[in-house]
């Protein structure tokens, strides 16, 4: 099929751009590289598991869904209204999270896949690309594992080195192998995530004082992965802080962080523990549960031994344990245009975690732009940016320039993105941002007249 723009990888990004694109009548050729046979290039990156299209593999949590009270929760908005695809499917693959939208991972990632694939407009092709496009339309989306070959091209076209940072992986543990006469479920404070929810939607797993100390110290002893020469001093990403690495930064900083205590009430002493081990649903059928901000670079063999010491877990079966893996992204400020197009190759769009955005939803977020803007190119017709008030408007500035390039680091969507509020009261400050961010973002979508998906 002749297509009208070629798009460079199949996660969330790429996943979204297609969409947006196929969804306003534009040919779509989107390739990936998993499931390749060997004659096209056929890889895994080192985290993924499966070939399918949007694989979640660090988390299957798209963090808060408040879109009254959190950034990434108005993102979660914006992203609804203009008719994204990851959350259309993280909707039908949704598990209990609390009031955060978290999901079942193979559900999503199939839910994804078949709507592109069954598109009339999109042609997805197993092959990897090794070279930037010469001088027809395309959108990069390969993500921060992107293939070293296409990495090289990548390289020689900005004429800038990548920025690195590490990403870790959280351990995942079988429902039947958590002793419940010692845990218990419940949300902080028994927030509800919707309708249906009782407030029990994550696994407590608690601690006493002695056991916190006795944990804590295993984690700065045990035995962890050897970096290789090219990751020695590569910062981390505060997002996703190794457990191990953020217990080397004090006593108390992990009952401040994923073990902290404060509302959730012991049902066997009624009282707040030391310290407490957190585990959310992994998949629909709460077969599997996700330690909570437990991403670590432990040998695995370490793993098993230490966590099977936390209360609760004693004799607890992983489905998978934790790992480690490079992640790098271009220093987008210096080499993109406020159109996410490469400076002195505007043909060619960038978007997703390669960007230097990061988080699931940021990364598909930035894959609806880019898919927006190449649509409205495409079409003849002017691109206007949302407003910085808004989300992806806080989101897309960052990106593009009002970060200092020589600092330039991934970035979640977050307030401090946004043109601060003056004379609002600390209460309400946060419903005061998103009240803002929702009219300014209707008003866009009014004003820009975007093509009609």
Known sequence: ??????????????????????QRGFQVRLSEMRGAPAERGGEMTPAHQTDGLAELVCSNSFRSDDDEKNAVGLLHHEMRRLGSLVMQAGEKARVPAGSALA??????SLAVQQALENHPNVTVVRERVDTLPVSSPAIVATGPLTAATLADSIGRATGADSLAFFDAIAPIVHFDSIDMDICWKQSRWDKKS??????????????????YLAFHQALLDGEKTTFKQWEENTPYFNGCMPIEVMAERGLDTLRFGPMKPVGLDDPRTGRWPYAVVQLRQDNKLGTLWNMVGFQTKLKHAEQVRLFRTIPGLEKAEFARLGGLHRNTFINSPVVLDRQLRLKGASHIRFAGQITGCEGYVESAAVGILAGLMAAEELAGRNWESPPRTTAMGALLAHITGDAEADSYQPMNVNFGLFPPLHDIKKKVRKEAYTDRAKADFGAWLETAQLMQA
Request: charged share 25%; net charge negative.
């Open 1 to 22: 099929m002749t297509h009208d723009i070629h798009i460079i990888g199949g996660g969330l990004a790429g996943s979204e751009a297609a969409w947006q694109l196929a």
């Open 103 to 108: 999901v079942d991972r193979d559900v999503f």
């Open 194 to 211: 919707g309708p249906d929810s009782d407030g029990k939607d994550y696994i407590n797993c608690p601690m006493n004082k002695d056991q």
